[in-house]
């Protein structure tokens, strides 16, 4: 079994930024990606960005390129999402996610039903 706890979450404004970390226990070893989705009131969990457990290779949803950074701290198997220049469309709750699947690709890993662990998840929310 692998564990997460999502960090970081809170309210800023329009154009702040915010770092959101996940910590991951157990069996980590087994895990070949990671990945950030959302979920905005009254819309569909939706896939944010994802990593290589290796940290090497990163994904994005169109939303959020070249504005969130997805990376990976080796030592403390952390997965981090750098959210520079947030709009109040990033408003959601930010769950981290992971799976055992060194095979997968990322356009099937856009899909939640992708992944088998999930955290709690983390408020974000940016006030305009």
């Known amino acids: 079994q692998v564990q997460l706890v999502e960090s970081g979450g809170g309210l800023v404004q329009a154009g702040d930024s915010l770092r959101l970390s996940c910590a991951a226990s157990g069996r980590t070893f087994s895990i070949s990606h990671m990945a950030w989705f959302r979920q905005a009131p009254g819309k569909e969990r939706e896939f944010v960005a994802g990593i290589t457990w290796s940290g090497v290779n990163g994904y994005y949803a169109d939303s959020v390129k070249g504005r969130f950074s997805i990376s990976r701290d080796n030592a403390k198997e952390i997965v981090y999402l750098q959210m520079d220049s947030l709009k109040s469309e990033d408003t959601a709750i930010y769950y981290c996610?992971?799976?055992?699947?060194?095979?997968?690709?990322?356009?099937?890993?856009?899909?939640?039903?992708?992944?088998?662990?999930w955290g709690q998840g983390t408020q974000v929310t940016v006030s305009s």
């Open positions: 996610a992971a799976v055992r699947n060194p095979y997968g690709n990322w356009p099937n890993f856009r899909l939640g039903s992708s992944w088998e662990y």
